[in-house]
Protein backbone atom coordinates (compact mmCIF):
# COMPACT_ATOMS: atom_id res chain seq x y z
CA UNK A 1 0.00 0.00 0.00
CA UNK A 2 2.72 2.46 1.40
CA UNK A 3 4.40 2.32 -2.05
CA UNK A 4 1.41 2.60 -4.54
CA UNK A 5 0.12 5.44 -1.95
CA UNK A 6 3.42 7.19 -2.59
CA UNK A 7 3.79 6.73 -5.91
CA UNK A 8 0.32 8.34 -6.00
CA UNK A 9 0.80 11.08 -4.15
CA UNK A 10 3.50 12.08 -6.00
CA UNK A 11 1.42 12.18 -9.34
CA UNK A 12 -1.26 14.21 -7.29
CA UNK A 13 1.51 16.78 -6.23
CA UNK A 14 3.75 17.38 -8.46
CA UNK A 15 6.59 16.62 -6.06
CA UNK A 16 8.24 13.25 -5.54
CA UNK A 17 7.43 12.18 -1.81
CA UNK A 18 10.41 12.31 0.34
CA UNK A 19 9.32 10.95 3.34
CA UNK A 20 5.79 8.85 4.33
CA UNK A 21 5.26 8.74 8.03
CA UNK A 22 2.13 7.13 9.95
CA UNK A 23 0.90 9.58 12.22
CA UNK A 24 -2.22 9.15 14.42
CA UNK A 25 -5.54 10.53 12.23
CA UNK A 26 -8.66 8.76 13.89
CA UNK A 27 -10.35 5.46 14.07
CA UNK A 28 -11.33 4.83 10.30
CA UNK A 29 -8.60 6.56 8.21
CA UNK A 30 -4.62 5.86 7.34
CA UNK A 31 -2.85 9.07 8.65
CA UNK A 32 0.40 10.43 6.94
CA UNK A 33 2.52 13.46 7.53
CA UNK A 34 3.98 13.53 3.89
CA UNK A 35 7.52 15.13 3.13
CA UNK A 36 7.57 16.25 -0.24
CA UNK A 37 10.93 17.42 -2.39
CA UNK A 38 9.82 20.85 -3.21
CA UNK A 39 9.92 21.31 0.64
CA UNK A 40 6.62 20.88 1.31
CA UNK A 41 5.16 19.18 4.36
CA UNK A 42 1.25 18.01 4.14
CA UNK A 43 -1.00 16.02 5.88
CA UNK A 44 -3.07 12.95 4.01
CA UNK A 45 -5.60 9.98 4.86
CA UNK A 46 -5.71 7.36 3.23
CA UNK A 47 -8.43 4.44 2.97
CA UNK A 48 -7.96 0.93 1.75
CA UNK A 49 -11.69 0.37 -0.61
CA UNK A 50 -12.89 3.63 0.38
CA UNK A 51 -17.05 3.78 -0.12
CA UNK A 52 -17.32 6.08 -3.73
CA UNK A 53 -16.92 9.76 -3.04
CA UNK A 54 -15.35 8.73 0.28
CA UNK A 55 -12.73 11.97 0.04
CA UNK A 56 -14.84 14.16 -2.32
CA UNK A 57 -17.00 14.49 -0.28
CA UNK A 58 -14.92 15.63 3.11
CA UNK A 59 -13.31 17.67 0.32
CA UNK A 60 -16.40 19.72 -0.62
CA UNK A 61 -17.64 19.71 3.06
CA UNK A 62 -14.44 21.81 3.81
CA UNK A 63 -14.48 23.85 1.06
CA UNK A 64 -17.89 25.03 1.73
CA UNK A 65 -16.90 25.61 5.53
CA UNK A 66 -13.93 27.28 4.83
CA UNK A 67 -16.34 30.02 2.55
CA UNK A 68 -17.93 31.50 5.78
CA UNK A 69 -14.41 32.71 6.45
CA UNK A 70 -15.63 32.22 10.35
CA UNK A 71 -13.04 29.75 11.61
CA UNK A 72 -9.82 28.45 10.33
CA UNK A 73 -10.48 25.20 7.94
CA UNK A 74 -7.67 23.13 6.88
CA UNK A 75 -6.94 23.93 3.19
CA UNK A 76 -7.56 20.90 0.38
CA UNK A 77 -4.23 20.32 -1.38
CA UNK A 78 -5.11 17.06 -3.55
CA UNK A 79 -7.86 14.77 -3.79
CA UNK A 80 -8.17 11.06 -5.07
CA UNK A 81 -11.54 8.76 -5.41
CA UNK A 82 -10.41 5.05 -5.88
CA UNK A 83 -11.92 3.41 -9.12
CA UNK A 84 -14.51 1.32 -8.92
CA UNK A 85 -12.39 -1.61 -9.12
CA UNK A 86 -10.84 -0.80 -5.87
CA UNK A 87 -7.73 0.22 -7.83
CA UNK A 88 -5.47 3.14 -7.22
CA UNK A 89 -5.33 5.00 -3.58
CA UNK A 90 -8.20 6.57 -2.40
CA UNK A 91 -6.56 10.09 -0.27
CA UNK A 92 -7.26 13.37 0.77
CA UNK A 93 -4.34 15.90 0.97
CA UNK A 94 -4.31 18.68 3.39
CA UNK A 95 -2.00 21.59 4.47
CA UNK A 96 -0.30 20.34 7.96
CA UNK A 97 -1.65 22.02 10.61
CA UNK A 98 0.52 22.28 13.32
CA UNK A 99 -0.46 21.88 16.68
CA UNK A 100 0.10 24.13 20.11
CA UNK A 101 -1.61 25.10 23.54
CA UNK A 102 -4.67 26.77 23.22
CA UNK A 103 -4.27 30.29 23.36
CA UNK A 104 -6.04 32.26 26.26
CA UNK A 105 -9.04 33.52 24.06
CA UNK A 106 -9.20 30.27 22.41
CA UNK A 107 -13.00 29.63 23.84
CA UNK A 108 -14.29 33.19 22.84
CA UNK A 109 -12.68 32.62 19.44
CA UNK A 110 -13.90 28.77 18.66
CA UNK A 111 -18.03 30.31 20.02
CA UNK A 112 -18.38 33.59 18.38
CA UNK A 113 -16.47 31.79 14.80
CA UNK A 114 -19.00 29.11 15.13
CA UNK A 115 -22.34 31.19 15.38
CA UNK A 116 -20.52 33.40 12.42
CA UNK A 117 -20.47 30.11 10.69
CA UNK A 118 -23.86 29.26 11.17
CA UNK A 119 -25.08 32.87 10.49
CA UNK A 120 -23.50 32.02 7.12
CA UNK A 121 -26.26 29.85 6.49
CA UNK A 122 -27.49 27.47 3.90
CA UNK A 123 -29.48 27.43 0.68
CA UNK A 124 -31.99 24.40 1.96
CA UNK A 125 -32.63 22.22 4.90
CA UNK A 126 -29.73 19.74 3.21
CA UNK A 127 -26.88 19.78 0.84
CA UNK A 128 -26.62 19.41 -2.64
CA UNK A 129 -25.42 15.44 -2.65
CA UNK A 130 -25.25 13.03 0.01
CA UNK A 131 -21.92 12.54 1.89
CA UNK A 132 -20.97 10.53 5.31
CA UNK A 133 -20.63 10.65 8.67
CA UNK A 134 -18.07 8.98 9.98
CA UNK A 135 -17.79 5.83 7.73
CA UNK A 136 -22.07 5.86 7.67
CA UNK A 137 -23.69 7.48 4.63
CA UNK A 138 -25.53 10.39 5.16
CA UNK A 139 -28.53 11.15 3.23
CA UNK A 140 -28.72 14.75 2.16
CA UNK A 141 -32.04 15.43 -0.20
CA UNK A 142 -33.57 18.62 0.81
CA UNK A 143 -36.91 18.92 2.78
CA UNK A 144 -39.10 21.60 2.84
CA UNK A 145 -38.87 21.79 6.60
CA UNK A 146 -36.33 21.29 9.56
CA UNK A 147 -38.71 19.08 11.33
CA UNK A 148 -39.26 17.21 7.92
CA UNK A 149 -35.67 16.56 7.03
CA UNK A 150 -34.11 15.46 10.41
CA UNK A 151 -37.24 12.86 10.38
CA UNK A 152 -36.45 11.25 7.12
CA UNK A 153 -32.81 12.21 6.75
CA UNK A 154 -31.49 11.77 9.82
CA UNK A 155 -33.14 9.86 12.17
CA UNK A 156 -34.98 7.46 9.80
CA UNK A 157 -32.11 5.88 7.99
CA UNK A 158 -30.14 4.97 11.13
CA UNK A 159 -33.11 3.79 13.36
CA UNK A 160 -33.76 1.44 10.35
CA UNK A 161 -30.06 0.31 10.37
CA UNK A 162 -29.97 -0.26 14.13
CA UNK A 163 -33.79 -2.13 14.15
CA UNK A 164 -32.69 -4.55 11.12
CA UNK A 165 -29.20 -5.24 13.14
CA UNK A 166 -30.71 -6.02 16.43
CA UNK A 167 -28.95 -3.12 18.32
CA UNK A 168 -32.60 -1.57 19.38
CA UNK A 169 -35.41 -2.98 21.15
CA UNK A 170 -38.60 -3.39 19.34
CA UNK A 171 -39.76 -0.72 22.49
CA UNK A 172 -37.22 1.27 22.29
CA UNK A 173 -37.87 1.99 18.36
CA UNK A 174 -41.90 2.57 18.90
CA UNK A 175 -40.81 5.03 21.40
CA UNK A 176 -38.77 6.75 18.91
CA UNK A 177 -41.35 6.44 16.08
CA UNK A 178 -43.97 8.23 18.40
CA UNK A 179 -41.46 10.79 18.89
CA UNK A 180 -41.26 11.56 15.28
CA UNK A 181 -44.88 11.18 14.48
CA UNK A 182 -44.61 14.76 16.98
CA UNK A 183 -41.20 16.18 15.60
CA UNK A 184 -43.06 19.21 14.06
CA UNK A 185 -44.12 20.68 17.61
CA UNK A 186 -40.82 19.52 18.88
CA UNK A 187 -38.29 21.31 16.93
CA UNK A 188 -38.70 24.85 18.67
CA UNK A 189 -39.12 28.06 16.37
CA UNK A 190 -38.66 27.74 12.61
CA UNK A 191 -34.94 29.49 11.56
CA UNK A 192 -33.56 29.42 8.46
CA UNK A 193 -31.21 26.66 7.46
CA UNK A 194 -27.55 27.15 9.24
CA UNK A 195 -24.34 26.02 8.01
CA UNK A 196 -23.72 23.18 9.97
CA UNK A 197 -20.16 21.05 10.78
CA UNK A 198 -22.34 18.20 11.18
CA UNK A 199 -20.05 16.01 13.47
CA UNK A 200 -19.41 18.34 16.11
CA UNK A 201 -17.46 16.52 18.79
CA UNK A 202 -14.18 17.69 20.71
CA UNK A 203 -11.87 15.30 18.61
CA UNK A 204 -12.56 17.54 15.97
CA UNK A 205 -11.74 20.72 17.08
CA UNK A 206 -7.86 21.31 16.31
CA UNK A 207 -5.11 23.80 18.67
CA UNK A 208 -3.40 25.30 15.67
CA UNK A 209 0.49 26.35 15.94
CA UNK A 210 -0.80 29.39 17.51
CA UNK A 211 -3.78 27.92 19.90
CA UNK A 212 -5.77 29.13 17.25
CA UNK A 213 -9.22 26.59 16.81
CA UNK A 214 -9.82 25.31 13.93
CA UNK A 215 -13.01 22.61 12.44
CA UNK A 216 -11.71 19.27 10.83
CA UNK A 217 -13.32 16.22 9.24
CA UNK A 218 -16.78 17.42 8.71
CA UNK A 219 -20.15 16.28 7.56
CA UNK A 220 -21.99 19.48 6.12
CA UNK A 221 -25.49 20.33 5.33
CA UNK A 222 -27.96 23.05 6.20
CA UNK A 223 -29.83 22.16 9.21
CA UNK A 224 -30.87 23.38 12.78
CA UNK A 225 -27.66 25.39 14.70
CA UNK A 226 -28.82 23.48 17.93
CA UNK A 227 -27.60 20.35 16.17
CA UNK A 228 -24.13 21.47 16.45
CA UNK A 229 -23.98 22.51 19.80
CA UNK A 230 -26.12 19.79 21.01
CA UNK A 231 -23.15 17.58 19.23
CA UNK A 232 -20.45 19.08 21.44
CA UNK A 233 -22.50 18.91 25.00
CA UNK A 234 -22.36 15.07 24.12
CA UNK A 235 -18.94 13.92 24.42
CA UNK A 236 -17.29 16.88 26.68
CA UNK A 237 -14.19 18.76 26.26
CA UNK A 238 -16.04 21.66 25.06
CA UNK A 239 -16.12 24.64 27.78
CA UNK A 240 -19.07 26.06 29.23
CA UNK A 241 -17.25 29.28 27.62
CA UNK A 242 -17.85 28.32 24.18
CA UNK A 243 -21.63 28.45 24.54
CA UNK A 244 -21.50 31.76 26.26
CA UNK A 245 -19.51 33.49 23.31
CA UNK A 246 -21.51 31.49 20.56
CA UNK A 247 -24.70 33.48 22.29
CA UNK A 248 -23.42 37.11 22.88
CA UNK A 249 -23.41 36.55 18.79
CA UNK A 250 -26.18 34.69 18.15
CA UNK A 251 -28.61 34.06 21.43
CA UNK A 252 -30.04 30.36 21.61
CA UNK A 253 -33.90 30.12 20.77
CA UNK A 254 -36.37 29.61 23.62
CA UNK A 255 -36.32 26.45 24.83
CA UNK A 256 -33.01 25.31 23.66
CA UNK A 257 -31.86 23.51 26.61
CA UNK A 258 -35.26 21.11 26.59
CA UNK A 259 -34.27 20.34 22.77
CA UNK A 260 -30.81 19.07 24.14
CA UNK A 261 -31.30 15.32 24.03
CA UNK A 262 -33.44 15.63 21.02
CA UNK A 263 -30.79 16.64 18.79
CA UNK A 264 -28.28 14.30 20.70
CA UNK A 265 -30.51 11.00 19.08
CA UNK A 266 -28.59 11.35 15.62
CA UNK A 267 -25.31 11.51 17.07
CA UNK A 268 -26.21 8.79 18.70
CA UNK A 269 -27.81 6.62 16.64
CA UNK A 270 -24.90 6.62 14.55
CA UNK A 271 -22.60 5.87 17.60
CA UNK A 272 -25.38 2.88 17.80
CA UNK A 273 -24.46 1.78 14.10
CA UNK A 274 -21.02 2.28 14.14
CA UNK A 275 -19.82 0.42 17.65
CA UNK A 276 -22.33 -2.60 17.34
CA UNK A 277 -25.09 -1.54 19.96
CA UNK A 278 -22.94 -0.41 22.39
CA UNK A 279 -24.59 3.16 22.62
CA UNK A 280 -27.71 1.77 22.34
CA UNK A 281 -28.41 2.61 26.00
CA UNK A 282 -27.43 6.14 26.11
CA UNK A 283 -29.75 6.53 23.16
CA UNK A 284 -32.89 5.21 25.24
CA UNK A 285 -32.09 7.67 28.30
CA UNK A 286 -31.59 10.72 25.70
CA UNK A 287 -34.86 8.90 24.33
CA UNK A 288 -36.42 9.09 27.85
CA UNK A 289 -35.09 12.62 28.16
CA UNK A 290 -36.42 14.09 25.26
CA UNK A 291 -40.08 13.36 27.00
CA UNK A 292 -38.84 14.42 30.71
CA UNK A 293 -36.61 17.36 29.31
CA UNK A 294 -33.56 18.41 30.94
CA UNK A 295 -29.60 17.28 29.94
CA UNK A 296 -28.81 13.91 28.30
CA UNK A 297 -26.13 11.67 30.58
CA UNK A 298 -23.09 12.00 28.76
CA UNK A 299 -21.49 8.67 27.35
CA UNK A 300 -17.83 8.27 27.12
CA UNK A 301 -16.96 7.77 23.39
CA UNK A 302 -15.16 5.03 22.03
CA UNK A 303 -12.68 4.38 19.24
CA UNK A 304 -13.88 1.61 16.46
CA UNK A 305 -12.12 -1.64 17.32
CA UNK A 306 -10.77 -3.07 14.02
CA UNK A 307 -11.73 -1.74 10.61
CA UNK A 308 -13.08 -4.71 9.58
CA UNK A 309 -15.82 -4.25 12.15
CA UNK A 310 -17.37 -0.84 10.36
CA UNK A 311 -21.36 -1.23 9.23
CA UNK A 312 -22.21 -1.09 6.33
CA UNK A 313 -24.94 1.19 4.90
CA UNK A 314 -26.34 2.06 1.70
CA UNK A 315 -23.75 4.31 -0.20
CA UNK A 316 -23.67 7.06 -2.71
CA UNK A 317 -22.34 5.70 -5.59
CA UNK A 318 -20.29 7.53 -8.61
CA UNK A 319 -16.75 6.71 -10.17
CA UNK A 320 -13.58 7.60 -9.17
CA UNK A 321 -11.44 10.63 -10.05
CA UNK A 322 -8.35 11.97 -9.26
CA UNK A 323 -9.23 16.25 -8.38
CA UNK A 324 -6.19 18.73 -9.00
CA UNK A 325 -5.81 21.50 -6.97
CA UNK A 326 -7.19 23.92 -9.40
CA UNK A 327 -10.28 22.18 -9.57
CA UNK A 328 -10.77 22.33 -5.90
CA UNK A 329 -12.02 25.57 -5.60
CA UNK A 330 -14.52 25.02 -7.70
CA UNK A 331 -16.30 22.32 -5.08
CA UNK A 332 -17.48 25.57 -2.97
CA UNK A 333 -18.50 27.07 -6.02
CA UNK A 334 -22.31 26.47 -6.80
CA UNK A 335 -24.57 25.36 -3.55
CA UNK A 336 -28.30 25.74 -5.72
CA UNK A 337 -29.92 22.69 -4.85
CA UNK A 338 -31.10 20.58 -7.87
CA UNK A 339 -34.42 20.43 -8.75
CA UNK A 340 -36.39 17.88 -8.83
CA UNK A 341 -37.14 16.71 -5.20
CA UNK A 342 -40.43 15.51 -3.89
CA UNK A 343 -40.55 15.85 -0.24
CA UNK A 344 -41.77 13.29 2.04
CA UNK A 345 -45.32 13.69 3.34
CA UNK A 346 -44.33 14.30 7.28
CA UNK A 347 -47.79 13.85 8.84
CA UNK A 348 -46.48 10.39 10.18
CA UNK A 349 -43.82 8.17 10.79
CA UNK A 350 -42.81 4.87 11.50
CA UNK A 351 -39.43 2.49 10.12
CA UNK A 352 -41.82 -0.55 9.51
CA UNK A 353 -42.72 1.29 6.24
Not at 113 to 136: M, Q, T
Not at 296 to 317: F, G, I
Request: with cysteine; glycine share 10%.
Amino acid sequence: MDGALRRDLSRALASPVETLRAVAGGDINEAWRIGLEDGRTLFAKSRKRAPARFFRCEAQGLAWLAEAGSLRVPAVVAMSDSDEAGTGSAFLVLEWLASGPRRSDFDDVLGRGLARLHLAGAPCFGFREDNYIGSLPQPNRPADTWAEFYRERRIAPQLRAARDAGWLSSATVARCEGLLDRLEERVGDPEPPSRLHGDLWGGNLHSDGTGTPCLIDPAVYGGHREMDLAMMRLFGGVSPRVFEAYAEVSPPCPGATERVALYQLYPLLVHVNLFQGSYAGAFESALARCARGGPTRRPRRRALRSKDQEPSLTAPVSGGSLVSPDSLAEMAGSHAVPGGTSPIPSTSFTVRS
